[in-house]
């Protein structure tokens, strides 16, 4: 059947359980399935491919997805609401803006490191040095390249204009939804991951605890245990890697402000660095910010740093 005829036909059907994977536009199919008194359960389709016997075939993939339903321990991912895509689609075309914006001053510093040039790597320090040398004429490189040099800072700038204008509006949803001003009153979560998270988990009722949370995102270490004994490796890196990266970022600039605050978690990041390396402990504060997350989205306060370390 066509899109347009599954839709008719699941119209007609009397209330009954539809099962989906959880692929480009199912979300959409889902909403408009629920609108009609069914009940909507997504999987994501690695859930699904145990199920698959033999070949791989339509029919077999629908039997594979009916009977991945019917499991009592399977997981069901969240239905998205038409707000929570807006905010992701946000999320994913700024990220296309800043990877663009990274590989165009990578490609300055390399066309002026052949020509004996050396420029700093960080943004700002570049976009100062570039001027002062374009603006002085102290590069000594031929016409053409100059305006090549020229055309490329023109659309870094052009870059840097729609990456600030994508920054404002997620402030100003932010400033708007109450649960993303929650989210923006924990120590290294920010605009940008309170808003990456709200896009992701919504409510956070999809998790029971925290720690699935922190799991579902790939931060907590993988396990291989066999003959009762168990062995933990470094973490998954499972699970959204968008999140998991912004969260790592946020952990990283929150730590300087954690080990100097005398609370818990403080107490928690100072016992780490005393016996870890500080990459493993930024690691371990991102999957703890996960979870106080978690706690925030489900008790429906603000950050508080001890009434939310239970989570």
């Not at 698959?52 to 998205?80: C, G, H, N, S, Y």
């Not at 016996?275 to 008790?299: D, E």
Request: proline residues 3%; positive net charge; glycine residues 8%.
């Amino acid at each position: 059947m066509t899109r347009e005829g599954v839709i008719a036909f699941v119209s007609k059907l009397p209330a009954c359980v539809i099962a989906m994977e959880a692929c480009c536009g199912a979300h959409f199919l889902g909403r408009l399935f629920k609108a009609h008194g069914h009940e909507v359960r997504l999987m994501s389709p690695e859930y699904v491919q145990p199920y698959v016997k033999a070949q791989k075939t339509d029919d077999r993939d629908a039997e594979a997805i009916a009977e991945a339903a019917t499991r009592p321990t399977m997981r069901f991912v969240t239905l998205k609401s038409e707000a929570q895509l807006d905010l992701q689609v946000l999320h994913r075309a700024r990220q296309r803006l800043v990877s663009a914006r990274t590989r165009l001053t990578n490609q300055l510093r390399a066309v002026l490191l052949e020509r004996g040039v050396i420029l700093p790597k960080r943004r700002a320090p570049l976009r100062q040095r570039l001027d002062e040398l374009m603006g002085g004429g102290e590069l000594g490189i031929s016409a053409r390249t100059l305006r090549l040099l020229e055309d490329l800072r023109d659309e870094w700038a052009s870059l840097d204009r729609r990456v600030k204008a994508y920054d404002d509006e997620l402030a100003a949803l932010t400033r708007e939804d109450d649960q993303a001003r929650r989210l923006a009153t924990i120590p290294g979560i920010g605009v940008i991951n309170a808003t990456a998270l709200l896009a992701a988990v919504g409510d956070g009722s999809a998790f029971s605890k925290g720690r699935d949370l922190a799991a579902w995102l790939g931060l907590t270490p993988r396990q291989h245990s066999t003959g009762g004994r168990s062995k933990l490796l470094g973490i998954s890196k499972r699970g959204n890697k968008y999140i998991r990266t912004q969260l790592i970022h946020g952990a990283r600039a929150a730590m300087v402000h954690f080990v100097k605050t005398p609370t818990a978690t403080g107490e928690w990041v100072r016992r780490l660095l005393a016996r870890s390396h500080p990459n493993v402990v930024v690691v371990a504060l991102a999957a703890k910010l996960a979870r106080i997350a978690w706690a925030v989205l489900r008790q429906g306060r603000d950050f508080e740093s001890q009434a939310c370390m239970a989570a």
